[in-house]
Structure formats: structure tokens, C-alpha cells
């Protein structure tokens, strides 16, 4: 097929449709708002429905409806935007629903700006909301992988019943690249006998619930979900590593920012420092075993993470580094996207230039 | 070889438009391609500009800190961006409205009246045509065939005339270029 030129936001919406999503609730903010402006154009053409809902509270809730009786159901927001979602999706991890929630990150703390940001890394993956639930989350460096993740994404929540958030920047949302339409591996799905979607007298009622107000039925849930999340560790985790196969540092950086770490990566050679990339594309399940093993490599003097934040996956890199080898940080948080230049600097201060 | 343009101008001028051809044109030759535009503070304020990037190797970041070609359609633009330009590199100056020249002496510059051209052509919005006409006979990165191809796609129906238009507009500025 050939390629066609998309952009970021339009793409994802796009790949929802061909994904079989029917249904979009949401509610405006940049750097996203053409994911909702295209639904709000495509959706009624494929029999769908788009409502622009009087608040992401509202949108949310609209989500956990439509997913609740089956649908294939999608909203997407930024970072302010999705903070005020986070009661929403909480009670669809916990009634077990296949939603997808797409971040299209923007600086925050508060209402911050509308300039790329990676700062959600810890909503998206520790759950802005209460209780112990975990979301799926992708997190795509280009549009072709977006659209790509954004159709898997539908497959994976319907596998699990759980909600994946696609967490990527308002530099992904914005750009236009030539992408190929192509579809996800074949899933077997399993039937939603599940939803409320009416019995027709032939059957009990289903019931979508997240209270259990038995500590004891709250506590068997709990053990459910966790059982799930296990399967999910084990077949979900995906990660990209490039670069040179005994460096001496380790990059780990994911979404617009391993691209600028892989630019990077192409000055540290020019200046003798061989280098690695590690991508994680799933950052929950993360990619713990692989970072491990990469940074394990008695080549290997250190790992560098570098985020557009201040500082939040890597947490995750230190737990799967787990002290073998030391884990530095280099970030640009409040929406400033980090140059190739200042990873280089940072790099040589670690490892020394030659 | 890797083209890594900036294009910038006041909100309204078909900057973004001159980037989404170059972009598309550059798809349509086979080459990689990345477009990113500005759509922040300094775009509400009135100035836009995006970044286009063409390879033929993968592109590895969209983002473009020292362009290898300018096209600054206003003053602020060829004020802000001209000391990034890369040495040997190219700036293209809408001299209908910045009446300044640049002052690298390691690039290459030229001069387009775009909007005296286009209202010569009769048509005030092919000005950033005549830009891109311009562009294109600079750096021969893409051919106008190709633009042509996606102008008989955009224009049908009553809107078909504006094809030979465009064409002409491309000629015209292509025609500045020494």
C-alpha cells in the first residue's frame, strides 16, 4: 500500500475507526484536539457516535457506559485533561472494562502548557486514581507507530478487559509523517458474554460493578486483577534496542525522546563513545528483564535516562537496573524538548570524552 | 542528502501549506519525510512556523535546530532563524515585505517578491506558490511534476482552473532564482 502523509492526532483517531471503535467521548484541549474534531467527522459515517461532553469528568463516565455494554469505546485528552479522567478509569479497571485512553502529552505541573511533556509518566503507569490497578501503557515514537499501537491497543483491552492508555506528546499529536495502513496480529478474542447490553429474556442480568463493599469479595477482586496483570507481565512487554552491541552507556528514553537520544547516540560514535538505545515501548509491563540483561553487558559503565520530565521512568530504570551498574538522569521538564547536544554533554560528564 | 528546512512567516501566509508540499512531494519520490509545526504561544501570537525534514536515509528526529534551507516569508523570521542556518546553506527572503538582506556571507541567498508576483498573477493567496516555485528551483529536491500531480489532485471540479494558476505562480518564482 502506498504511503500517506498523517498527522499525529489524525492518525490515532484514524486508527481507532479502522480498529472497529464506534464510539469517541471527549472534551477539548490542545495538543490534541484533532483527534476529537476527526471523529467528530468520521464516526457518523461508520455508524458511530461522537459527543463532545460537557467536561472529561462527564467523557469518561460516557466511556465506562459504552464499554461497559461491549463497545469498542475510546476518549483522549492531555495532561490536565486526563488528570481529571483518572476517577473515571479506576472504576473501569476495577468493572474489568476494554477502554482506550490516549494522553497526548502537555508541561505541566497544573495547567502548565501546551509544548510537548513526558511529565505523566507516573499517572500513566502507577494509575493517577485510588486503589491497586494498573493500565496498559504504549507508547509510540512515531506515527506510523502510533497508528499502529493505537489499533493493538483496542485488541489488547478486549483480550484482558482492562483499559490501555496510549501516552505519547503533543510533538507526536502535531507532526505529520507518511505512515502505511496495516493491521495488528490476529488476536482470538474471547466473546464479551459479560456486557449489559440487554438479556432479551434469554439470560440473568449482567451487573457492571466497582463496589465491593465486602472486604473480603473487594479483597477476591484485588486477586483477580492481580493475576491478570501477571498475564499481562508476562505477554505484553516490548521494547526496541539499537545502537552499538557493547556500549558503554546505555540510553533508555522513549516516545519523541529516543529519537533525539538516537540522534544523540549517532554524535556519541563521531566522538568515539559507543552507545546503546534502549526503547521501551510497553512502559507498563516494563521492560524490566531486557533493561537488565543490556545493562548487565561488562561493557556496559552506565545508563542514562533521559525524559521530558524531571525525572520519572527513571524509577522504573533503577528498579530494573537494580544497582548493578550506576543509573544517571538527564530531563527537561515544563514542555522543553532536550536537544541531541545537551544528551551528548550529559553523556560525556558520565562516561568521560576522548 | 538530508534537507532540513525551517519555514516561517505570519499566521496566514501558507507557510504551513508550503511545508505539507514540500513534505508530500518529497513522500511522493520516495524519500522520507517529517513535517512539525510550531502551534504555541509564538504561533497565537502571530508568527507560525514549521519544520520540514527530507532524506533519503530514515529520519531520525523531526526537530530542526540549524536548517540547511530558510524560507522566511516575514522580517521577525529571517531575524530569528538566520543565524542558525547551516554554512553552505540556503535562505529564501520574501522581499515584498522584509526590506532587509541577510548578512550571512556562508550562504546562499535570494530575493522573491512574492507578493508582487502574485499580484501580477491576479491572485494575492499563490504568493507562497511563488515561494515554493522558488524553493524548488534551488534545491531541485523535489520536481514540479510531482507538485502538479498533487495540485490536479486538490483542485477539481469548478476549482480545476486554480491548477494552471498555482503552475504558474511555481514558474514565476522559479524564474528568481539565478
Not at chain 2, 525534514?53 to 529571517?78: C, R
Not at chain 2, 520536481?143 to 503552475?167: C, D, Q
Request: charged fraction near 20%; charge should be negative.
Amino acid at each position: 500500500m502506498a504511503k500517506e502523509l498523517w498527522k499525529g492526532n489524525e492518525a490515532v483517531a484514524q486508527a481507532a475507526i479502522r480498529a472497529g471503535c464506534k464510539y469517541f467521548f471527549g472534551y477539548p484541549i490542545t495538543p490534541q484536539n484533532e483527534i476529537p474534531e476527526y471523529f467528530s467527522k468520521h464516526l457518523p459515517l461508520v455508524g458511530g457516535c461522537f459527543i463532545q461532553a460537557e467536561s472529561e469528568i462527564a467523557a469518561i463516565n460516557m466511556v465506562y457506559g459504552a464499554a461497559g455494554s461491549g463497545a469498542r469505546v475510546m476518549t483522549s485528552s492531555s495532561s490536565p485533561g486526563i488528570s481529571l479522567k483518572q476517577e473515571g478509569i479506576t472504576y473501569i479497571a476495577c468493572a474489568e472494562l476494554p477502554a482506550v485512553i490516549v494522553n497526548m502529552m502537555r508541561g505541566g505541573p497544573g495547567l502548565g502548557n501546551i509544548a510537548p511533556s513526558q511529565a505523566d509518566y507516573f499517572q500513566a503507569t502507577r494509575g493517577g486514581g485510588n486503589g491497586d490497578y494498573r493500565t496498559v501503557v504504549l507508547a509510540p515514537a512515531t506515527i506510523q507507530e502510533a497508528a499502529d499501537l493505537v489499533q493493538e491497543a483496542f485488541d489488547i483491552a478486549d483480550y484482558y478487559r482492562n483499559p490501555v492508555v496510549v501516552l505519547a506528546d503533543g510533538m507526536i499529536g502535531q507532526m505529520m509523517e507518511a505512515i502505511e495502513w496495516r493491521d495488528p496480529k490476529k488476536r482470538e478474542l474471547p466473546q464479551k458474554t459479560w456486557a449489559a447490553n440487554g438479556t432479551f429474556d434469554k439470560r440473568e442480568h449482567n451487573i457492571i460493578n466497582s463496589l465491593f463493599i465486602d472486604a473480603g469479595d473487594c479483597t477476591v477482586q484485588n486477586k483477580k486483577l492481580e493475576e491478570k496483570y501477571r498475564a499481562i507481565t508476562q505477554n505484553e512487554i516490548r521494547y526496541d534496542l539499537s545502537g552499538d552491541e557493547e556500549p558503554e552507556v546505555v540510553l533508555v528514553a522513549y516516545g519523541t525522546t529516543s529519537r533525539i537520544a538516537r540522534a544523540a547516540c549517532i554524535q556519541l560514535k563521531e566522538k568515539g563513545i559507543k552507545a546503546s538505545l534502549f526503547r521501551p515501548i510497553t512502559l507498563w509491563p516494563f521492560p524490566e528483564k531486557a533493561l537488565h540483561d543490556e545493562a548487565q553487558k561488562p561493557s556496559v559503565k552506565a545508563v542514562v535516562t533521559v525524559e521530558m520530565s524531571m525525572g520519572q521512568m527513571v524509577d522504573d530504570v533503577k528498579i530494573a537496573v537494580n544497582g548493578i551498574k550506576p543509573v544517571e538522569f538527564f530531563g527537561t521538564g515544563g514542555g522543553t524538548i532536550p536537544t541531541p547536544q545537551q544528551i551528548v554533554q550529559k553523556i560525556v560528564t558520565v562516561v568521560g570524552g576522548k | 542528502m538530508t534537507h532540513e528546512i525551517i519555514i516561517s512567516g505570519f499566521g496566514g501566509q501558507g507557510v504551513m501549506a508550503i511545508g505539507k508540499s514540500i513534505a508530500e512531494a518529497g513522500m511522493k519520490e520516495g524519500m522520507d519525510v517529517s513535517w512539525l509545526p510550531s502551534y504555541g504561544p509564538e504561533m497565537r501570537g502571530g508568527t507560525a512556523n514549521c519544520s520540514v525534514v527530507l532524506s533519503h536515509n530514515p529520519i531520525i528526529s523531526p526537530l530542526v535546530q540549524n536548517p540547511t534551507e530558510l524560507i522566511a516569508m516575514n522580517k521577525p523570521s529571517l531575524i530569528k532563524f538566520e543565524p542558525a542556518v547551516t554554512a553552505g546553506g540556503l535562505i529564501l527572503v520574501n522581499s515584498s515585505i522584509i526590506e532587509i538582506k541577510t548578512t550571512r556571507t556562508d550562504v546562499t541567498s535570494a530575493y522573491i517578491p512574492c507578493l508582487e508576483i502574485a499580484t501580477e498573477l491576479g491572485n494575492l493567496k499563490v504568493a507562497n506558490m511563488v515561494m515554493l516555485g522558488a524553493y524548488i528551483e534551488a534545491t531541485k529536491v523535489v520536481s514540479v511534476e510531482t507538485i502538479r500531480e498533487m495540485l490536479v489532485h486538490m483542485f477539481t471540479g469548478p476549482k480545476a482552473a486554480l491548477v494552471e494558476l498555482n503552475i504558474e505562480a511555481l514558474r514565476r518564482g522559479a524564474a528568481c532564482i539565478k
